[in-house]
């Protein structure tokens, strides 16, 4: 059973850092590209950032572009997301999702992890 | 960055009938086009993916069309297990975008 469990979130003050990990399991994880997509409270989906399956590509949204990176240690089958410089825009349910058999839609999300940026 | 918009916003219908939602791309996006299904407290599943494939496991009620830049997808025989909200997304350029989302319930 493929399954992606996401940790590492939390409340956190304006201008620090975070990192938030997860751990894939039940498919070969080194053969996927991967994705963080964060969603606000109540509000819709935003694709952060992604990661092809062996680290060569890497792509951000624009509003995360320079204070988050991505990275994965296969060997570890942990797909990671370095934080840096929140804001409060940045507060939402941060999810990591495969990508489905090579193409760019997300067929196995984790069930999110909680990031809070507030004083 | 491709500006997906998505109607309507929420959506009431009964057991049984047919649904569908559009989305509408602020350009040509070649099909590169998901739709998810999002239930409360849930994790979003992937229901369709290059504009009409359907996922695996999907049931067949779910049905995606379009080309260029106009979208929908399309729900028949309404079940109470699809009370959802339902969003759809491009891939055919980075940055990837998601619709607003169309909020469905039961009437």
């Known amino acids: 059973e493929v399954q992606l469990v996401e940790s590492g979130g939390g409340l956190v003050q304006p201008g620090r850092s975070l990192k938030l990990s997860c751990v894939a399991s039940?498919?070969?994880?080194?053969?996927?590209?991967m994705n963080w997509i964060r969603q606000a409270p109540g509000k819709g989906l935003e694709w952060v950032a992604y990661?092809?399956?062996?680290?060569?590509?890497?792509y951000y949204a624009e509003t995360v572009k320079g204070r988050f990176t991505i990275s994965r240690d296969n060997a570890k089958n942990t797909l990671y997301l370095q934080m840096t410089s929140l804001r409060s825009e940045d507060t939402a349910l941060y999810y990591c999702?495969?990508?489905?058999?090579?193409?760019?839609?997300?067929?196995?999300w984790g069930q999110g992890v909680m990031v809070t940026v507030s004083s | 960055d491709i500006q997906m918009t998505q109607s309507p916003a929420s959506l009431s219908a009964s057991l049984g009938e047919t649904v569908t939602i559009e989305c509408r791309a602020s350009?040509?996006?070649?099909?590169?086009l998901a739709w998810y299904q999002q239930k409360p407290g849930n994790s979003p599943q992937l229901l369709i993916y290059?504009?009409?494939s359907l996922a695996d496991g999907v049931p067949s009620r779910f049905s995606g069309s379009g080309s260029g830049t106009q979208y929908s997808l399309k729900i028949n025989s309404l079940q109470s297990e699809d009370v959802a909200s339902y969003f759809c997304?491009?891939?055919?350029?980075?940055?990837?975008?998601f619709g607003a989302g169309t909020k469905l319930e039961l009437k």
């Open positions: 039940g498919f070969t994880f080194s053969n996927y590209g």
């Open positions: 350009e040509d996006i070649y099909s590169n």
């Open positions: 999702a495969r990508e489905y058999y090579g193409l760019p839609a997300f067929d196995y």
């Open positions: 997304q491009q891939y055919n350029n980075y940055p990837y975008t």
């Open positions: 990661i092809s399956s062996g680290s060569s590509y890497i």
């Open positions: 290059d504009a009409n």
